[in-house]
């Protein structure tokens, strides 16, 4: 069965502290994705992983940083986390046919 | 530019009922469109998507959505839905794969709900 695990699924953190998100894909897609998702802001692309080492900047990648060392797992890194961070984090991936990308249940995170 | 518009916001119906999502997108180019449904709490699911050919597309749990080049449009409809349909719905636009970007241009959703 395919799919895109996330861990963990809930984090709370103080501001200031590291933050790592962690995501898993078993259908060795080359592509993978890092969205955050916000009331009434919809999906916001953060980064995207072309594959491994080949990262480029979404929307809105100030704050953030990725990595990507194995085609099947992603990470998201927040160095010193906000308050303005708090959000319910997506991670994706896409087989590259155009149109399709499978996503993880997400990370819910909160910067206190 | 790529942009995607869902005109409502919301929409409600009752059980049984037939529905329609609205999408309407703008892109100069070749392009996939797709649809995909979020249930409260989870990730987004893929429900289909469209590139050429029979502009009436069919997904999974009975839904269709028809392309239409002259409105600029990719709807999404069910004949009768049922309480599990309850979720958002995201329509959302990409380029061709190898165009340089891989990337899906989502519209706000459109919250779709029962009325009890």
């Known amino acids: 069965d395919m799919k895109v695990t996330q861990m963990p699924r809930y984090l709370i953190k103080r501001m200031g502290e590291n933050v790592l998100l962690e995501c898993g894909q078993d259908m060795s897609h080359e592509t993978m994705y890092w969205y955050r998702q916000d009331p009434g802001l919809g999906l916001q692309l953060i980064y995207i992983?072309?594959?491994?080492?080949?990262?480029s900047e979404g929307d809105i990648p100030k704050g953030y940083r990725v990595s990507r060392k194995k085609r099947e797992h992603f990470s998201l890194i927040l160095d010193s986390a906000k308050t303005n961070q708090t959000s319910v984090y997506f991670c994706a991936s896409s087989p590259g046919t155009g149109g399709e990308q499978y996503f993880g249940p997400g990370t819910r995170l909160t910067v206190l | 530019t790529q942009t995607v518009s869902q005109s409502d916001a919301h929409v409600t119906v009752f059980e049984g009922d037939s529905v329609e999502l609205r999408c309407n997108y703008s892109?100069?180019?070749?392009?996939?469109l797709s649809w995909y449904i979020q249930h409260h709490g989870h990730g987004l699911q893929f429900l289909l998507k469209y590139y050429s050919g029979n502009p009436v597309v069919q997904g999974v749990n009975g839904f269709e959505a028809e392309f239409s080049k002259s409105d600029s449009s990719f709807h999404l409809r069910k004949a009768s839905v049922h309480w599990s349909d309850s979720a958002v719905y995201f329509c959302?636009?990409?380029?061709?794969?190898?165009?340089?970007?891989?990337?899906?241009?989502f519209g706000k959703g459109t919250k779709f709900s029962l009325i009890p």
């Open positions: 892109y100069g180019g070749s392009i996939y």
């Open positions: 992983s072309y594959d491994v080492d080949s990262n």
């Open positions: 959302a636009v990409s380029p061709l794969p190898g165009t340089g970007s891989n990337r899906l241009t």
